[in-house]
T-cell receptor, first 114, second 117 residues
Framework: DGGITQSPKYLFRKEGQNVTLSCEQN?????MYWYRQDPGQGLRLIYY???????QKGDIAEGYSVSREKKESFPLTVTSAQKNPTAFYLC?????????????FGPGTRLTVL | AQKITQTQPGMFVQEKEAVTLDCTYD???????LFWYKQPSSGEMIFLIY??????QNATEGRYSLNFQKARKSANLVISASQLGDSAMYFC??????????????FGQGTTLQVKP
């Protein structure tokens, strides 16, 4: 099956701990994105990567880090520097060639800081 | 500044009736795309419909149509013949195609739609 997988679905962490959210895709898409969604709100861009070994900060990158060592994978690390990390995190991919008219989203990871 | 505004936090519609969800946008770039996504309670984001700024006709996808009024900078979503499964949160989003295009989507705050039986 082609698609985007995010794991885990639910994640709990203690304050002061770093945690890494997984995002894997087998759609062969070049671009990948991480968004954060707070309750009752729209999505905000954390980081994005348009090609392997390259990534850029989005609108709310502080307290987060990413890597893009493989085309298929774009993990997001929520560090202890992120002041309010409890949120729903969505990973997305997009084709960069042709008329790429949509971004494909994964099922999301719900992170709760205890 | 680039911005999406959805002014309706919540909407109710009777099953089988049509409903319009409002979306206005702001950009100075002449080339952009407008999207609508549906987010059920499970959290996944489901793509519904796309309208390009240079498209001559309003986009339609099954029961979804986009009422694109460029001069007013509005891109309202019309759902015809509402079904109980349409109950969800709906997001309007914009992608600007200018130089340095990142593919980044700018989202509105969303509208929660509840379909009554």
């Amino acid at each position: 099956d082609g698609g985007i997988t995010q794991s885990p679905k639910y994640l709990f962490r203690k304050e002061g701990q770093n945690v890494t959210l997984s995002c894997e895709q087998n759609l062969n898409h070049d671009a990948m994105y991480w968004y954060r969604q707070d309750p009752g709100q729209g999505l905000r861009l954390i980081y994005y990567s348009q090609i392997v070994n390259d990534f850029q900060k989005g609108d709310i990158a502080e307290g987060y880090s990413v890597s893009r060592e493989k085309k298929e994978s774009f993990p997001l690390t929520v560090t202890s520097a992120q002041k309010n990390p409890t949120a729903f995190y969505l990973c997305a991919t997009q084709r960069t060639s042709g008329r790429a008219v949509e971004q494909f989203f994964g099922p999301g990871t719900r992170l709760t800081v205890l | 500044a680039q911005k999406i505004t959805q002014t309706q936090p919540g909407m109710f519609v009777q099953e089988k009736e049509a409903v319009t969800l409002d979306c206005t946008y702001d950009t100075s770039d002449p080339s952009y795309g407008l999207f609508w996504y549906k987010q059920p309670s499970s959290g996944e984001m489901i793509f519904l419909i796309y309208q390009g700024s240079y498209d001559q006709q309003n986009a339609t996808e099954g029961r979804y149509s986009l009422n694109f009024q460029k001069a007013r900078k509005s891109a309202n979503l019309v759902i015809s013949a509402s079904q109980l499964g349409d109950s969800a949160m709906y997001f309007c989003a914009m992608r600007v195609h200018g130089s340095g295009n990142t593919g980044k989507l700018i989202f509105g705050q969303g509208t929660t739609l509840q379909v009554k039986p």
